[in-house]
């Protein structure tokens, strides 16, 4: 059972982006890609904003009834983002948040129970920092470097996040690698203690991060734990206009 805590969902959203300009916006039958993220999310957490540095964003979360706040267009990361983005919704709400859940804006199938289990991580005081994975179901997501891999210790905490397969089986064949060890992605999801948030986007990019070009490691190398739990549901991130072709229904 969730705590009696303050929970608040932050979409980053940005326009600009090398692969897909323009991708909050691009329509999944008839609706806004950030409408119907937004409209999942509502369902798990009371409160969702959206964070943008773009007029067009902003006027379309508006004209759909969500809400929304302009952040700067310096951030490095999501995460940056929805520091600055929850301390504009605490001034516009007069709340104070306890845990921030960091949406992706890119995932418009996202369940909300997906959300309900990153918010159950905190029914433990000492979480600092919360996530999910999956299971990979076959050996091209095992060696695909844009499905970042995990590896978890026996308290269910991140050891390490990667690109490339983790564990490496020595001695095995590659083409068998998925069927001999239970490799797990990463589901870029992300719940952080609302002070934790305010420490880690203060800490420099670390040597882990510049590696991997994973942000997640410059907070495992500064001694953050992260808490993993393992969802069900299959990710469906756009990230290029391919991509809208192969999200369900299509």
């Not at 960091?102 to 129970?113: A, L, T």
């Amino acid at each position: 059972m969730v705590p009696s805590r303050n929970f608040i969902g932050i979409i980053p959203a940005r326009y600009a982006s090398t692969r897909f300009p323009g991708k909050p916006l691009a329509l999944i039958q008839g609706k806004p890609m950030i409408r119907r993220v937004y409209e999942q999310a509502i369902k798990a957490l009371g409160c969702v904003f959206v964070a943008t540095d773009d007029e067009r964003i902003y006027n379309t979360v508006k004209e759909f009834g969500g809400r929304v706040v302009m952040t700067s267009p310096g951030h490095r990361s999501g995460t940056d983002r929805c520091a600055e983005a929850v301390r504009l919704s605490e001034r516009e709400t007069g709340g104070k948040f306890d845990v921030v859940l960091n949406i992706q804006g890119d995932e418009p199938y996202i369940e909300p129970d997906q959300l309900e289990l990153l918010k159950n991580c905190f029914a433990d005081p000492g979480t600092q920092i919360a996530t999910l994975v999956k299971a990979a179901v076959n050996s091209d997501e095992v060696f695909d470097p844009n499905r970042p891999k995990v590896v978890i210790n026996s308290n269910q905490e991140a050891l390490y996040f990667s690109r490339s397969p983790i564990p490496y089986l020595q001695g095995r064949d590659k083409a068998r690698w998925k069927d001999a060890h239970l490799y797990y992605l990463h589901v870029g999801l992300y719940g952080y203690r609302r002070d934790i948030l305010d420490e880690i986007t203060t800490l420099p990019q670390s040597a882990l991060e510049l590696a991997e070009s994973l942000e997640q490691l410059r907070w495992i190398e500064n001694g953050y734990r992260i808490t993993v739990r393992v969802t069900q549901h299959d990710s469906f991130s756009v990230d290029t206009p391919e991509d809208l072709e192969r999200l369900p229904g299509s």
